[in-house]
């Protein structure tokens, strides 16, 4: 299993993490078997939304003899009243919603407090923006070293990028796969599960780009939720490219987006753990979202590189994937950040050194001009 630094946080998390909301379908001592099969495998991030008392028992029992070996996600505002989930910022709540995660998951702290599903431009202005007695209360559990980093839950990139923006947002749970990339921007989640009949939809949408990039920029880690679309994008009748995916082609797609750290993925059986942890092994080929995307017969991404290196090797040895990220990164700028330089300037071999042959070209499944971009790129940072 490889690790990356979540953000601001520092934490080292699993490349592929566990979501838990499948949890509380099966008799918990299964479940409680297979969180900790996936711990063996090298799993160390789960995220628990859930409010109900099944699945954060099973969690937290699962967990129990290696506490400090896991990172939990444990979301504030997400409640179980009379038998049912809702979501409230209602302090009367809150408290009690997060006292209750705190005693089942066990070790007297949650790794990551989770502003919990903020879609809505309202919930932030009201709540977040300008502070609150529900930020208070997020402040406070932070100080108290109850929680020991903030993060935040959403699906819409515009309030992901103000979280990300804010200061005190350390990481960000956003939803993240090829389909609702090229969505834009709503507050309601449940229209990203349709509609792709529209031919608009082609390609990643700016806002939800300029997303990923910002994240990285500001330090502010992302963890993937709903990364195969409910499993729509592996079964060829139900996803809106009219191809089908599997989960390794799906964990790259996630994984090379700027700012992601990991993907959390929901699981079943063992046998679905082991086929995402497979990931870590997985050749070229076998993580090869490009090639899909570009030969499904609906929305093709023409013209964006999405980072997928298809365009390797390079007879100048440049890493052309990493090259067009920095140059995507920087862009975003009136001036290039010192951190993306510097990030660029490691790279050793820089755009400058491209000798314009093309062959990159004829590689990329998107038709992504690359040496346009080299040049850009070497005028850009001077190199």
């Known amino acids: 299993m490889n690790y990356r630094k979540l953000g601001k946080t520092g934490l080292m998390v699993s490349e592929v993490g566990f979501g838990g909301e499948w949890l509380e379908r099966h008799p918990e001592e299964e479940s409680i078997e297979l969180i900790r099969y996936a711990g063996e495998k090298g799993i160390n991030i789960i995220d628990c939304w859930m409010p109900d008392p099944k699945s954060r028992d099973i969690i937290g029992k699962a967990i129990a003899p290696c506490r400090d070996k896991w990172y939990v996600q444990g979301h504030l ?16 709540y809150v408290k009690p919603a997060f006292e209750d995660l705190l005693a089942r998951i066990g070790g007297g702290y949650i790794d990551l407090g989770m502003i919990h599903y903020v879609d809505a431009q309202e919930d932030w ?7 609150s007695a529900y930020l208070d209360y997020v402040f406070e559990l932070k100080e108290k070293g109850l929680i020991r980093h903030i993060g935040l839950s959403t699906h819409n990139p515009r309030i992901a990028a103000q979280a990300a923006k804010c200061g005190f947002v350390e990481m960000i749970l956003f939803s993240i796969n090829p389909a609702f990339d090229m969505r834009p921007a709503t507050e309601d989640l449940d229209s990203m599960f349709e509609g792709y009949d529209n031919a608009e939809f082609a390609g990643i949408d700016p806002e939800r780009a300029a997303l990923y990039q910002l994240c990285e920029q500001e330090n502010v880690g992302i963890t993937v939720m709903k990364g195969f679309f409910g499993g729509r994008l592996c079964d ?12 390794a082609q ?17 699981y079943d059986t063992k046998d679905q753990v082991d086929a995402a942890v497979a990931y870590e092994t997985a050749s070229d080929d ?41 140059y995507d990164l ?3 700028q009136p001036e290039v950040p010192e951190s993306v330089r510097q990030h660029y300037l490691a790279l050793g071999t820089t755009a400058s050194a491209c000798i314009g042959c093309q062959g990159c070209e004829s590689r990329c499944p998107f038709g992504v001009k690359v040496a346009e971009r080299m040049v850009k790129t070497a ?4 190199r």
């Not at 505002?77 to 009367?92: E, F, I, M, P």
């Not at 005028?379 to 001077?382: K, V």
């Open 250 to 266: 799906l964990i790259h797609y996630s994984l090379t987006r700027p700012g992601v750290s990991s993907i959390l993925c929901g």
């Open 379 to 382: 005028e850009l940072f001077g």
């Open 286 to 326: 076998e993580r090869d979202y490009a090639s899909v995307i570009a030969g499904a017969p609906l929305h093709a991404y023409a013209g964006q590189c999405t980072y997928c290196g298809h365009c390797k090797p390079c007879p100048m040895d440049i890493d052309i994937a990493m090259v067009n990220k920095f």
């Open 125 to 131: 202005d009201k709540h977040l923006a300008h502070g």
């Open 330 to 332: 920087a862009i975003q």
């Open 77 to 92: 505002g997400s409640t179980w009243q009379n038998g049912q989930y809702v979501r409230t910022r209602d302090l009367a």
């Open 236 to 247: 060829a009748a139900r996803s809106p490219f009219g191809a089908a995916f599997t989960p």
